[in-house]
């Protein structure tokens, strides 16, 4: 009964491949995240969504391209990938936009060859 | 704007105190949070402070906040081995939480 589940966990593809990364959560959450966590685990946000509607876009490469069909799923496309793109990805979801604990994913550990 | 401060690196002897630091930035802030992850995993809210208290103790975990001079920190008695993680500081921003760099905690024999 994972409360923020992803998948894959693992994600190992070529370069200038298009893979998607699956987020659901089952907390009855209005808003979800996307992260990004580099090798030396600083983290950064991407996406953000709150009820559906596209809130946060931190200058991400439109390589990236969130899709969010309902609350409770907040998916992640990349296209034309690049040897950049290795880097673990969160999702996580929070009760509401702000002042509001965030739950986190177990992350999708994505490596571009 | 927005950031959160706080050191890289802490080692510290089993069966000793940690203190972990973080300053930060946002004077508006509602909740201070500290978030912990372990190796391979995602990250887990370990506890958070309302901006109107200077402290709150919950069994091993102290967490002090002083306000004027923005500085939040955690302190881990007794640490154990267990305790070896990354300990992520973190602010409420206006849409969005803002996460420090991450201490990373290194347990010694």
């Known amino acids: 009964d994972t409360a923020v589940s992803q998948t894959p966990k693992y994600l190992v593809t070529q370069m200038g491949n298009d893979k998607s990364i699956k987020c659901e959560q089952n907390l009855g959450h209005d808003t979800m995240y996307w992260y990004k966590q580099d090798s030396k685990k600083f983290l950064k946000i991407m996406f953000s969504?709150?009820?559906?509607?596209?809130?946060i876009n931190e200058t991400v490469p439109n390589r990236f391209s969130p899709k969010s069909p309902d609350k409770a799923h907040l998916n992640l496309h990349i296209n034309s990938l690049e040897l950049g793109d290795s880097a673990v990805y969160f999702c996580?979801?929070?009760?509401?936009?702000?002042?509001?604990?965030?739950?986190f994913g177990a992350g999708t550990r994505l490596s571009v060859l | 704007g927005e950031d959160v401060e706080q050191s890289l690196f802490l080692s510290v002897r089993e069966g000793d105190s940690s203190v972990i630091n973080c300053t930060y930035t946002?004077?508006?802030?509602?909740?201070l949070y500290w978030y912990k992850q372990e190796p391979g995993a995602g990250l887990q809210l370990l506890t958070y402070?309302?901006?109107?208290?200077d402290m709150k103790q919950d069994q091993r975990l102290t967490v002090l906040l002083n306000k004027k001079d923005k500085h939040l920190s955690l302190r881990i008695a007794d640490t154990q081995t267990g305790d070896s993680a990354i300990y992520f500081c973190?602010?409420?921003?206006?849409?969005?939480?803002?996460f420090g760099k991450g201490t990373r905690l290194h347990i010694l024999p």
């Open positions: 946002d004077s508006s802030s509602t909740y």
């Open positions: 969504y709150n009820n559906k509607e596209l809130i």
């Open positions: 996580a979801s929070s009760p509401g936009l702000a002042k509001n604990i965030q739950y």
């Open positions: 402070i309302f901006s109107n208290m």
């Open positions: 973190a602010e409420d921003g206006d849409d969005k939480i803002i």
